[in-house]
């Protein structure tokens, strides 16, 4: 069953801590996204991954960094979350860079006291 | 930068009715538009897309048309049924080098029994 799976589904953090959200797939995709979305704003592209190891800035960077390891993981992290990083954030897969069609996990709502 | 808008933020069809869902986007070179759904709570799922060297592309209840000169393409749905409630993003290519989508800000419609 091909499945991108989150964790954390939901989060609550006060300013300042550090936030690690996870991101799995069995798909052996290559490409792996990080989004947020905010009401009124769809997806905003935050970071690609292309493989282990290789990883782009998207449309919104500021604020956070990955990691991939392991090619069935790519992990979110906020060091000093912000409340203004308080969102729904989306992971995303593909099979590779030249394959479009991409595949979202559940989300994981992360709210920032 | 690039952008893709989808003016409706809201859209109510009796059931039975048809639906018809808008984006425009300003890169000339994007040439992948996939539409997605997102039901209450839920991820998002891809329900269809077209590509540039076509102008229709039809599965089942829904239909995309692409307008390249205009710029713009949409989502048909005929037959509406409640279970078509849902936010539905479009979304354009960029060129990047890979596959990386520009999302709209996505247009809630809502069924009506």
């Known amino acids: 069953d091909m499945k991108v799976t989150q964790m954390p589904r939901y989060l609550i953090k006060r300013m300042g801590e550090n936030v690690l959200l996870e991101c799995g797939q069995d798909m052996s995709h290559e490409t792996m996204y990080w989004y947020r979305q905010d009401p009124g704003l769809g997806l905003q592209l935050i970071y690609i991954?292309?493989?282990?190891?290789?990883?782009s800035e998207g449309d919104i960077p500021k604020g956070y960094r990955v990691s991939r390891k392991k090619r069935e993981h790519f992990s979110l992290i906020l060091d000093s979350a912000k409340t203004n990083q308080t969102s729904v954030y989306f992971c995303a897969s593909s099979l590779s860079r030249d394959y479009a069609e991409q595949f979202f996990g559940p989300g994981t709502r992360l709210t920032v006291l | 930068g690039e952008k893709v808008e989808q003016h409706q933020s809201t859209l109510s069809v009796r059931e039975g009715d048809s639906a018809v869902i808008n984006c425009t986007y300003t890169d000339t070179a994007s040439s992948y538009f996939p539409w997605y759904k997102q039901e209450a709570g839920k991820s998002l799922h891809f329900v269809i897309d077209i590509r540039s060297n076509v102008d229709r592309k039809q599965s089942q209840r829904l239909t995309v048309l692409l307008d390249k000169k205009a710029k713009r393409f949409s989502l048909h749905i005929t037959a509406t049924q409640p279970e078509d409630s849902a936010i539905y993003f479009c979304?354009?290519?960029?060129?990047?080098?890979?596959?990386?989508?520009?999302f709209g800000s996505g247009t809630q419609l809502t069924v009506m029994p």
């Open positions: 991954s292309y493989d282990v190891d290789s990883n």
């Open positions: 979304a354009a290519s960029r060129t990047s080098g890979s596959w990386q989508l520009i």
